[in-house]
């Protein structure tokens, strides 16, 4: 559609709002913390408009049915509210391409639903919270195209459910933990265009299930080709492997 308008605090009167999705219009305007009230919501999408301003600290208090959030491609600013750490049916957050800064809370970590988290395009900054490791449900996971610094926590071992991983275009340092050899479903990875250094974990070769894995553009990585000849990957499966560090590029599929 093309609905203009702006979202309206009077809307908070409705108390059994389950389900409030307005998504692909020119709406404008703030989201209104005054939708504290909405303590049955499940699924919200507000994704691809031209609302603005933050995400509100009150929606912590009786949100904690939301499955659902979606904020994608609007004009939202400010920080990830930690008080939102009560959060814990969400299944998927998505707020891709918006201006978000800061961190991600620690505090998530009672998230304990959580399968798809999708934050790139933004400018967050510091670090991969280590306690995140608690979200073993994870399945999906891109923060790409920020300012996250620092080292790859080697906690997150414990995604085993993990199918796609991307972290790619950031300034993380440090090495690729070994310890990520546990995601055995892992399909999508992609590290590239950061400033990792030192060689590819040995214990990467039981990452079976692998079918695209990105690590173009880091500082030092080396030992990468016998690293990958030592990859016993099954046949079948289509493998799209990219290695540059300025000086080749190798691609190959089978």
């Given at each position: ?17 389950y389900?409030?999705?307005?998504d ?27 609302i603005?301003w ?9 949100w ?5 959030f979606?904020v ?12 939102w ?8 957050f ?12 620690e ?8 399968a ?7 400018n ?11 979200l ?15 080292s790859?926590?080697?906690s997150?071992s414990a995604w ?12 993380l340092?440090s ?6 050899s ?16 030192w ?7 039981g990452m ?7 690590i173009?553009n ?23 492997i990219?290695?540059?560090n ?9």
């Amino acid at each position: 559609n093309s609905i203009w308008w702006s979202m309206e605090p009077s809307w908070s009167s409705w108390s059994n709002m389950y389900r409030f999705q307005i998504d692909d219009n020119t709406i404008d305007g703030v989201i209104p913390d005054t939708y504290t009230g909405w303590d049955s919501v499940i699924v919200f999408d507000i994704s691809n408009n031209a609302i603005t301003w933050s995400l509100p600290d009150s929606f912590s208090y009786r949100w904690d049915t939301i499955q659902y959030f979606k904020v994608d491609h609007t004009t939202i600013h400010g920080i990830l509210p930690a008080a939102w750490s009560g959060w814990t049916e969400v299944n998927a957050f998505l707020v891709n391409n918006n201006t978000i800064e800061w961190v991600l809370p620690e505090s998530w970590t009672g998230w304990s639903s959580i399968a798809n988290f999708w934050a790139h395009v933004n400018n967050l900054t510091w670090t991969l919270p280590d306690a995140w490791n608690v979200l073993t449900t994870m399945n999906t996971f891109n923060v790409s195209y920020n300012q996250i610094s620092w080292s790859l926590p080697s906690s997150w071992s414990a995604w085993s459910n993990l199918d796609y991983f991307n972290v790619s275009h950031n300034t993380l340092v440090s090495t690729l933990p070994g310890s990520f050899s546990t995601w055995s479903n892992i399909n999508y990875f992609d590290v590239s265009y950061n400033q990792l250094t030192w060689s590819l974990p040995a214990e990467f070769s039981g990452m079976n299930n692998i079918h695209r894995f990105y690590i173009s553009n880091n500082d030092n990585l080396s030992n990468v080709i016998f690293a990958l000849i030592c990859w016993k990957i099954p046949i079948q499966i289509l493998i799209i492997i990219t290695i540059k560090n300025d000086k080749f590029l190798y691609d190959f599929a089978t």
